[in-house]
């Protein structure tokens, strides 16, 4: 089983940026799609990107096509999200989690992490 830690949330004005990370333990990382999820206050969680296990291919919520851009360094067993442009409704837990294949289903996926909010002020 991996596990996984997301890191580099926080607070921010709208308009800003950021960087979520997801660091992952064990040997088997480049071997798993990774996703992106964001829970909003109220609401059911929202799937954001994935990638898939080498990195060649990517997908997005067309929600949030043009600011958010994932990627991942399999030797540092890490996968980001920058997050640009960010607007009041970004506002939510972010979670990262690992699939045997690209999915934007949250079924899909096997493992999560625990999140990490992200706040964006008007």
């Known amino acids: 089983q991996v596990q996984l830690v997301e890191s580099g949330g926080g607070l921010v004005q709208a308009g800003g940026s950021l960087r979520l990370s997801c660091a992952a333990s064990?040997?088997?990382?480049?071997?798993?799609?990774m996703g992106w999820f964001r829970r909003a206050p109220g609401k059911e969680h929202e799937f954001v990107a994935a990638?898939?296990?080498?990195?060649?291919?990517?997908v997005y919520a067309d929600s949030v096509k043009g600011r958010f851009t994932v990627s991942r360094d399999n030797p540092k067993n890490t996968t980001y999200l920058q997050i640009d442009s960010l607007k009041p409704e970004d506002t939510a837990v972010y979670y990262c989690?690992?699939?045997?294949?690209?999915?934007?289903?949250?079924?899909?996926?096997?493992?999560w992490g625990q999140g990490t909010q992200v706040t964006v002020s008007s």
């Open positions: 989690a690992g699939a045997f294949t690209v999915s934007r289903v949250r079924s899909g996926y096997a493992f």
């Open positions: 064990g040997r088997t990382f480049s071997s798993y799609a």
């Open positions: 990638i898939s296990p080498g990195g060649a291919a990517t």
